[in-house]
């Protein structure tokens, strides 16, 4: 049956971990079945384990296909049970293994065991990006800009005397209102000044 793994959020941090390339990359070490039941989904993405692991053995052939790693899993169960829960380990460098992937779906069975009779899991993973869980909450009490500001501009209509870092904050002024800055010389020069425009006096 086609399955579809989670990272757990070991997992996820792993691979999202710059630092983690070359001799340092994530690697694909094991694979686990257990009869243990879960949920799922995002709320199990803090498991570090399986439920109930029965067996655990290596991964085989963890080369890549067509942008896919392809992974396999050979076990030998001495008992019959019901598959409900898998997992892949990983390790970085020499670093201990961690559950990087699981599934597990209640009620769902994976496979079923029989005792003495070779169980093959076999798979071709790719990582897909998780859609994204976020949301925006609107505050009624935030606005955008420096009322202050802005009234300040518009009733002044005519010379400031601010600092260069200054200038910067009054781009944002009211449409129609012209923005000029220069020295006091510069300023006393100007012979008729104009109604619509901010003299902003820098020295």
């Known amino acids: 049956m086609p399955f579809e793994l989670r990272l757990t ?11 983690n390339r070359g001799t340092q990359a ?36 963890s080369t890549m296909v067509s942008g896919r790693i392809a992974v396999r899993g050979e076990f030998n169960p001495s008992a019959a049970y019901g598959v409900t ?3 892949l380990l990983g390790q970085v460098g020499t670093d201990p293994e961690f559950l ?33 869980e976020v949301s925006v909450n609107v505050d009624a009490s935030v606005s955008l800009g420096d009322p202050a500001l802005s009234a300040l501009v518009t009733a002044l209509g005519g010379r400031m005397d601010a600092a260069e870092t200054d200038i910067d904050a009054l781009e944002a002024r009211p449409q129609g209102l012209l923005l000029w800055s220069g020295t006091q010389a510069q300023y006393d020069a100007i012979a008729v000044k104009a109604a619509n425009t901010l003299y902003v006096i820098t020295t």
């Open 9 to 19: 959020d070991l997992g996820r941090a792993a691979l999202a971990d710059g630092e």
């Open 26 to 61: 994530v690697r694909l070490t094991k694979m686990a079945i257990g009869d243990g039941s879960g949920m799922g989904g995002s709320a199990d993405d803090d498991r570090t384990a399986l439920r109930n692991q029965r067996a655990v053995v290596a991964v085989g052939g």
């Open 85 to 87: 829960e898998m997992g």
């Open 100 to 132: 990087a992937a699981y599934w597990t779906d209640d009620g769902e069975r994976l496979a079923s065991t029989v005792a003495d009779t070779r169980l093959v899991i076999a798979g071709s993973l790719d990582i897909a990006p998780a859609a994204a």
